[in-house]
Nanobody, 127 residues
Framework: QVQLVESGGGLVQPGGSLRLSCAAS????????IAWFRQAPGKEREGVSC????????YYADSMRGRFTISRDNAKNTLYLQMNSLKPEDTAVYYCAMNKYYYCSDQWAGGLEYDYWGQGTQVTVSS
């Protein structure tokens, strides 16, 4: 059974930065793509970013590209999301999820090809 545990959320002012972490049980980052999603109150879950296991290729939702950076440390079994220039509309619960494939497909942001999810970490952007 895979476990994913997110951390690093909190309250930050607009324009600020946060780094989220997702600790995985076992060396899944070597074999499976892994992604970040978020869900704001009253809104649907949306894909934030995905990183492939095979070649480390990264993918971003348009609204996050240039502000967010996904990375991983396979030796530590940990996924990261560096978030800069945060906006109030970035307020959401952020989740990491393990893909059933080793790559991020064209449908990575749809959320349907993930076998395991973390419990989420709250990010609040407010002055």
């Amino acid at each position: 059974q895979v476990q994913l545990v997110e951390s690093g959320g909190g309250l930050v002012q607009p324009g600020g930065s946060l780094r989220l972490s997702c600790a995985a049980s076992g060396r899944i980052l070597d074999y499976y793509a892994i992604a970040w999603f978020r869900q704001a109150p009253g809104k649907e879950r949306e894909g934030v970013s995905c990183i492939s296991a095979s070649d480390g290729m990264t993918y971003y939702a348009d609204s996050m590209r240039g502000r967010f950076t996904i990375s991983r440390d396979n030796a530590k079994n940990t996924l990261y999301l560096q978030m800069n220039s945060l906006k109030p509309e970035d307020t959401a619960v952020y989740y990491c999820a393990m893909n059933k494939y080793y790559y991020c497909s064209d449908q990575w942001a749809g959320g349907l090809e993930y076998d395991y999810w973390g419990q989420g970490t709250q990010v609040t952007v407010s002055s």
